[in-house]
């Protein structure tokens, strides 16, 4: 885990970033064009499963940024991240880059994380981690414990997140998805009400990193 001296300028040509949900927003990050002063970003999110579902490494997706409605102690949340990638044992770990908002409207901060192989396998991962991102980045100075338990999406489903946390990563079913939805019905619609370690257990099992 590292907190990349690099500072990302990012342009904001359709006005996206003067609108703020009270839980952050996000994007998919994507340098266009390397030669340029600034960089870009394909979309604004406010839903965290339409992030999941748009966010695509066969498109060559490999950077989300966040727009949060808080102040922003990036050092605080690389720190936060260390944990939970330590515990799960990632070898491959993200990186966050601070971002230069110049001259956008909104005075909130955004950042940029480049993230591990690991959260990009399948769309469960891909829709929990911007849950765990959202609870790092709006609740800073609580531990681990602490946001789950103040963020009130995450309420519901912290058995399957600790479950998910003590290895059992991988799960059993094809995808979270909806083929009747243009959104994907993520994490918290899939485990919620799945409290038991039997329940658990037929839904997420251990996986090699």
């Known amino acids: 885990m590292s907190l990349s001296n ?7 040509p359709s006005g996206y970033f003067g609108f703020i949900s009270p839980e952050g927003n996000f994007f998919i ?11 870009h970003f394909t979309a604004y999110y406010y839903c965290r499963d339409q992030l999941a579902m748009m966010f695509n490494t066969d498109m ?24 939970i990638e330590d515990t799960l044992g990632i070898e491959k770990e993200s990186v966050f880059f601070a ?17 591990s ?55 059993t079913y094809a995808s979270v998805g909806n083929p009747h939805s243009p959104y994907l019905q993520g994490f918290v619609t899939k485990f919620c009400g799945q409290n038991t370690k039997e329940q658990l257990s037929k839904l997420l099992i251990k996986d090699t990193l």
């Open 6 to 12: 690099d500072i990302i300028k990012i342009r904001d």
């Open 29 to 39: 990050y994507l340098e266009e064009n390397k030669t340029s002063y600034y960089n």
């Open 60 to 83: 060559g997706h490999d950077m989300i940024g966040m727009h949060i409605p808080n102040k922003l102690d990036l050092p605080r949340l690389v720190e936060y991240w260390k944990g």
């Open 99 to 115: 971002a230069d908002t110049t001259g956008f409207v909104t005075r909130n901060p955004v950042f940029i994380v480049k993230l």
């Open 117 to 171: 192989p690991f959260w990009l396998a399948n769309d469960t991962r891909r829709s929990l981690v911007s849950l765990l991102l959202r609870a790092g980045a709006i609740y800073p100075r609580a531990t681990f414990s602490e946001s789950l338990y103040a963020y009130p999406v995450a309420q519901p489903i912290i058995a399957a997140i600790n479950w998910f946390m003590s290895g059992n990563t991988k799960p």
